[in-house]
């Protein structure tokens, strides 16, 4: 062989390649043509980048892809009667984008994504160059709140990159982040603690109270010293208040609440003023088929039986009402029990020591 022959057999050489469809590979970026990217990957001619294949809409392919600079690449179409390969870039790129996908969902992170369009039954989000769907069950804001181009945080609920299905939430990211926020919570709270609150729900039997991740119960007698007929008497939803925490199921993470435990106690200043034997007069707050409960001290209630109701009626040829200022007598007192009975008749009070 001469040498001549032998330089040939080299320059051969260089060109012995075996790409194949699919293949993933390393080229260098030599140009464009307005039409695409050429790409020197060592065949006999010059690979073809398409712009659809090179870049995102809006992107400029000479940015993303510099002259001079190695990139990788797979090989979409085989060398045709020119001996061209076709490349994409897009896909090496989603390649990688579906394995930090499935990594962030190995590891149920929140994501960032970004709102592609708003379609029936959900939302269409892109990350990363991956497009998702968000159906509609799955998102905690409402629909016509949000805006393409807007940004959205996820978690992915499926992922299958052969099938090209990818399906995440938005709801998720809340609901995890709320039960984290409950072990917090649960592990810092105590009985006799003051901790501030929001009001978020109004029952017939209490309120609910936004503790900063758990509601905890504010039961209706747990409320004020004072009697009141329901919960909206003294709070609204969206009130911020102080509460105590009274009680701490762990097991069944229930949290009981008192807002009257913040005053003092009207039943030890009734102590002070009031003895049995002692007129007084005080307002009728409720009344009940076997008597009528009237506040004889500010936040203080003592009962007066049916009987002495009737008696009290009959002496004043009129029917007592809620609202109505009576004058009555302590009959007994017990301010351990918190119990004060009340009389219309004044009562013979032995003289202390007998």
Known sequence: MTAKELDFEELLKQYDYNFQKGDLIKGIVCGYDGQGVMVDIGAKTIAVVPNREAVEKDEKVEEKLEK?????FLIIREEDEDGKFLLSRKKVNQAYAWQELEKAKAADETI?????????????????????????SQLRIKENELEVGGKLELKILTLDAQQNNFILSNKKVYEDSAVEARKNVFSQIEPGQIVKGDVVRITDFGAFVDLGGIDGLLPLSQLSWRWIDHPTDILNVGDKIDVEVIAVDHEKQRVSLSLKNLEPDPWLEAEK????????????????HFGAFVEVYPGVEALLPHSEVTEMQNQNDTLIKVGDKIKTYILKFNPTDKRIALTVTKPEVKPEGE
């Not at 001079?68 to 990788?72: A, P, T």
């Not at 379609?119 to 991956?130: A, D, M, N, W």
């Not at 003023?273 to 009940?288: A, L, Q």
Request: charged content about 30%; glycine content about 20%.
């Open 273 to 288: 003023n009031i003895k049995e034997g002692d007129e007084v007069e005080g307002t009728i707050t409720r009344i009940k």
């Open 112 to 136: 960032l994504g970004t709102i592609a369009g708003i379609v029936k039954g959900g939302i269409l989000v892109e990350v990363s160059g991956v497009r998702g769907f968000v159906p509609s």
């Open 68 to 72: 001079g600079k190695e990139y990788e």
